[in-house]
């Protein structure tokens, strides 16, 4: 962490410590010709150089001169599987070729696929991978990712799989915030075909104790065929009690009451949501829980997109990732995401700025520490190649970040 100035910012962005809901999504504070003071990677000062207070005589300050060009927050990438052995390339071509994401699932491919993978990785190599892309993700001005385990579906391979996230965010050249999510129930292994509620019970029994203080959150894949309610239930509530924070795939391909279960437990956030019902968008809203939309999977599968302009309406806080995964969808692109948020799900520019900053970190529940530019905050920005903000979604799929800041560090340039 660094002390660093940057200077003639038209500084753009959402502003609480908390999730923005409904309408005050689109609600993003400006400051032109504006100045960011970060000291020991905190922000100090936000504001205007009439207001800028002295600074210590004994610190040194790097400069950045942002030449009127938008500074925002840095994004958060709040859904990923950055961690997983092999790729499955061929899958794509069936999927091209009309075979569905759960029929291939249901042949032994998908998931259990990329399962028999990464179980015969090695910690370093899963580690090794991941880094690859989250050096790729820092340059579209990812600060902050989460990462979630799921690929192991044993005890010892969840493990390796926890311990190569840890590996990557306890690392000391590590620019990017990684947030640790355990997903033991992903799928259910071959090993345990037919028998659901066993695999529940080792989860709950085994996996929970012995990752506990390696993950903050536990997930799972609320599905039908998959894990239904009442295990989803069963393993949530388990969690929740263990001290776990709370994630779930929830109404992706059917409508099955995820949603609804997502604010029953008190869950952080409710991810993908394809096929949320009415009651379901109620019940997130009233209850707080971020929905967490994932267009790049959509796009990728072909399904139609989840709908945002509902989950505003309804006053939801709304969140933009990626899913950056294997399988369904194997984009970690920031860019992408905002040109189809934009397009396809009808949401503002302002509304999906606010999707990857502010409510992104309180779907990893770090609304109080990133997300926005307000003092107290990490020292994570993001300065474009252009002025206007607005020209994110118009550079269709193309990046406009220029410089990443992280902590108060330059971590990364783009010509």
């Known amino acids: 962490m660094s002390n660093l100035i940057v200077r003639h910012a038209h500084i753009c962005t959402p502003c609480g410590l908390q999730a923005a809901k409904g309408a005050d999504m689109s609600r993003l504070k400006e400051i032109e010709d504006g100045i960011i003071v970060i000291e020991d990677g905190i922000i100090t000062y936000v504001g205007v150089d009439e207001g800028m207070p002295s600074l210590p005589e004994d610190k040194e300050y790097h400069e950045i001169d942002a030449c009127g060009n938008a500074v925002l927050p840095g994004f958060v990438d709040s859904h990923t599987h950055l961690i997983f052995g092999g790729y499955r390339p061929d899958e794509f071509e069936w999927r091209m070729k009309g075979d569905t994401y759960m029929s ?232 992408l995401t905002i040109a189809l948020a934009c397009i396809y799900m009808n949401m503002s520019v302002e509304e999906t700025i606010t999707a990857l900053t502010l409510n992104g970190a309180a779907a990893c529940g770090l609304a109080d520490v990133t997300g926005s530019i307000e003092v107290g905050k990490s020292g994570d920005l993001c300065i474009l190649h252009f002025p206007n903000y607005r020209m994110l979604p118009y550079y269709v799929g193309m990046n406009c970040v220029k410089t990443v800041v992280c902590r108060g560090e330059v971590a990364a340039e783009n010509d």
């Not at 690929?151 to 010892?156: T, V």
Request: with cysteine; proline share 3%.
């Open 104 to 335: 291939i699932m249901e042949r032994g491919g998908g998931i259990q696929s990329t399962v028999n993978a990464t179980r015969e990785a090695t910690r370093e190599e899963l580690a090794d991978k991941a880094q690859w892309f989250i050096n790729r993700m820092l340059r579209d001005g990812v600060t902050t990712v989460e990462a979630k385990s799921g690929y192991g579906l044993s005890l010892e391979s969840e493990l390796k799989m926890l311990d190569a996230i840890k590996t990557l965010a306890e690392d000391p050249k590590q620019k990017i915030r990684i947030v640790s999510t355990f997903l033991g129930a992903h799928a259910v292994p071959k090993e345990y075909k037919g028998k659901t509620a066993d695999y529940v019970d080792l989860i709950i029994n085994e996996m929970l104790p012995a990752v506990k203080g390696k993950a903050k959150f536990c997930d799972i894949f609320t599905e039908k065929n998959v894990f239904e309610i009442e295990d989803s239930r069963r393993l949530l509530n388990a969690a929740r009690e263990m001290g776990f924070d709370l994630k779930l795939h929830a109404d992706e391909i059917v409508t099955l009451g995820g949603a609804e279960l997502s604010a029953e437990v008190g869950a952080v956030s409710a991810d993908h949501l394809l096929h949320v019902s009415d009651e379901g968008i109620k019940r997130m809203a009233e209850a707080g829980v971020v929905a967490t939309l994932l267009p790049l999977t959509a796009f990728s599968l072909k399904e139609h997109f989840a709908p945002a302009r509902k989950f505003i309406e309804a006053g939801a806080a709304v969140a933009l990732a990626t899913d950056l995964n294997p399988g369904s969808c194997f984009s970690g692109s920031i860019p």
